[in-house]
Nanobody, 117 residues
């Protein structure tokens, strides 16, 4: 059973960098041909895919967030990390990590991140 767990600060100040880590257990993030995504849900809105890192280490981002988003990984810890720079209150959301690039079979429980001074 694959499990994902998000971790990181729940409050970020405007203009700063949001950084979240997803720790995966029960499966390796380097196993072919899995993709590992970050998805968020702002209050009152639907889910929005942000980007993924593939088993190979390659990355792909939502065009609307590409200039501000970076996803990396630490294979020794079986973790992948989201960084979102220059955040604004519009980046307030529940952030999820999930396995999959388009469809997702395993999800973390989500973590609330609020952008506020």
């Amino acid at each position: 059973q694959v499990q994902l767990q998000e971790s990181g600060p729940g409050l970020v100040k405007p203009s700063q960098t949001l950084s979240l880590t997803c720790t995966v257990s029960g499966g390796s993030i380097t196993t072919s041909y899995f993709y590992w995504s970050w998805i968020r849900q702002p209050p009152g809105k639907g889910l929005a895919w942000m980007g993924f890192i593939a088993y190979s280490g390659s990355t792909y981002y939502s065009p609307s967030l590409k200039s501000r988003t970076s996803i990396s990984r630490d294979t020794s810890k079986n973790q992948f990390t989201l960084q979102l720079i220059s955040v604004t209150p519009e980046d307030t959301a529940v952030y999820y990590c999930a396995r999959g690039g388009v469809a997702y079979d395993y999800w973390g429980q989500g973590t609330q991140v609020t952008v506020s001074s």
